[in-house]
């Protein structure tokens, strides 16, 4: 009469199965991933953020961040001359002198971010 059993081999290798499989998916995580690919973050001094001080090349400190504001400065619904006295120095109270506690501004502010001033 036969028997219906596994064998050792087929019972290793369908144990063996699922593991390798959550090995492929761990080495392939998007945070794994991200690691290898990420550019470093930058950072940059006020002294560098001050030779960027004109409409046509505008970046400018808002908290503990650096903004290149250049491409925002004829977007601003509130004009460009508010925006343009921001350029080369910490605008933080400029901003805020409107904007704090804005979400709005700070969504549209967002983007420009290009670091971390030092
Ligand atoms: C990069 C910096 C800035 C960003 C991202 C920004 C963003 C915005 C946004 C999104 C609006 C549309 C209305 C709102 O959502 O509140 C706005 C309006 C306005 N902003 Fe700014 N802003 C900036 C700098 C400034 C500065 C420095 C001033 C003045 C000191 C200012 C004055 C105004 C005024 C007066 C309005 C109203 C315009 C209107 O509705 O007619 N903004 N801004």
Same mark, same amino acid.
């Given at each position: 009469m036969h028997t219906f059993t596994f064998s050792k081999r087929g019972i290793a290798a369908a144990a063996a199965f699922p593991l390798a499989l959550s090995g492929l998916l761990l080495t392939a995580s998007p945070s794994q991933a991200a690691d290898v690919t990420a550019a470093p973050s930058k950072s940059y001094s006020l002294s560098q953020v001050k030779a960027? $001080? @004109?409409?046509t090349d505008c970046w400018s400190v808002v908290g503990k961040n650096v903004y290149n504001l250049t491409t925002w400065i004829p977007k601003h619904p509130g004009g460009k001359t508010v925006v343009t006295a921001?350029? +080369? @120095? $910490? +605008?933080t109270a400029t901003f805020n002198s409107q904007h704090k506690g804005s979400g709005s501004a700070a969504r549209a502010l967002a983007p420009y971010k290009i670091g971390a001033v030092r």
């Open positions: 960027h $001080n @004109k409409a921001m350029c +080369g @120095k $910490n +605008g």
